[in-house]
């Protein structure tokens, strides 16, 4: 059962542009959710997260908006350069609930041509 | 901080063989996660640690696979008889166990590839 459903599996845009990456979940009691940004060989990095308690979060040119009622949240990249090109995973957690680990989608794999 | 660090960085090894990897995490964390990524996938849970506690073990973690937190430092993930479908990117995680504990710090993981 794939809790956190990831889409699009890869993306390509002109620098510049905003590639928008969207996530579903389906359990109700997660209540933090993260972007994770990972280049080839390395480990994933934590990009930027959201609680549910607010409906948009900006950190420099990334924001996180989010739609509680239709449990989505997507991952907004303003002002694309070639160095964001990488692979984006969302995830979601109960944090509050001692040892519930993240539950991270497939990924999106973003190509930013120069 | 240092870093969450991981070794080895790769391992090749025959299908049969057992292998081992060590996670140290960021000192003042006292949550530890292991994980495992297969090619064009996301990192999927396997087992967590609170202290030196094993807290959570996922399906994916059969019988041939342990983990160990000793006095709830480093952890070490050990995989016996090792399979092909072993083959795989193990990441260690780390966390803090209060204020953002979902905040996870990740290695750079160990590779294994098994012949």
């Known amino acids: 059962q794939q809790q956190v459903k990831q889409s699009p599996q890869s993306l390509i845009v002109q620098k510049g542009g905003i590639p928008i990456i969207n996530c579903a979940y389906e359990?109700?009691?997660?209540?933090?959710f993260p972007w994770y940004q990972q280049f080839p060989g390395k480990g994933p990095a934590l990009l930027i997260a959201i609680r549910p308690d607010v409906s948009e979060k900006k950190e420099g040119r990334f924001t996180i908006s989010f739609n509680k009622s239709a449990k989505q949240f997507s991952l907004h990249i303003m002002d694309s350069q070639p160095g964001d090109s990488a692979t984006y995973f969302c995830a979601a957690s109960h944090e509050k609930e001692a040892g519930t680990a993240l539950i991270f989608g497939k990924g999106t794999t973003l190509s930013v041509s120069s | 901080d240092t870093g969450v660090s991981q070794d080895p960085r790769h391992k090749i090894t025959k299908r049969g063989q057992n292998v081992t990897f060590r996670c140290d995490p960021i000192s003042e964390h006292n949550r530890l996660y292991w994980y495992r990524q297969t090619l064009g996938q996301g990192p999927e849970f396997l087992t967590y640690?609170?202290?030196?506690?094993?807290?959570?073990k996922s399906r994916l973690l059969s019988d041939r696979f342990s983990a160990e937190r000793p006095k709830g430092s480093f952890s070490t993930l050990e995989i016996q008889r090792t399979e092909q479908g072993d083959s795989a990117m193990y990441l260690c995680?780390?966390?803090?166990?209060?204020?953002?504990?979902?905040?996870?710090?990740f290695g750079e993981g160990s590779r294994l590839t098994v012949l």
């Open positions: 640690f609170q202290n030196e506690a094993q807290l959570e």
């Open positions: 995680a780390s966390s803090r166990g209060t204020g953002r504990p979902g905040e996870l710090f």
């Open positions: 359990n109700t009691a997660f209540d933090y």
